[in-house]
């Protein structure tokens, strides 16, 4: 009966899928935080840019 039982447990692979689906989603969110902080910088000077310039001609266009 023991021997049987621990033979099944041996056998059962369900768990390992669900621990290989927590390494991907793991790996995807790690990527996702790499990218998001890389393009962060660019992100904030592009917007920087385009305030300047809206500041500028919001100026131009009442006179000052």
Do not use: C, H, W
């Not at 390992?16 to 989603?25: D, S, V």
Request: glycine share 10%; proline share 0%; hydrophobic share 50%.
């Amino acid at each position: 009966m023991l021997k049987t039982t621990i033979q099944n447990f041996v056998r059962d692979e369900s768990g390992a899928t669900a621990i290989e689906y927590g390494l991907i989603a793991a790996l995807v969110s790690v990527a996702a935080i790499v990218a998001l902080q890389a393009l962060g910088g660019s992100l904030s000077t592009i917007f920087g840019v385009v305030s300047e310039n809206l500041s500028s001609a919001a100026a131009k266009a009442n006179g000052n």
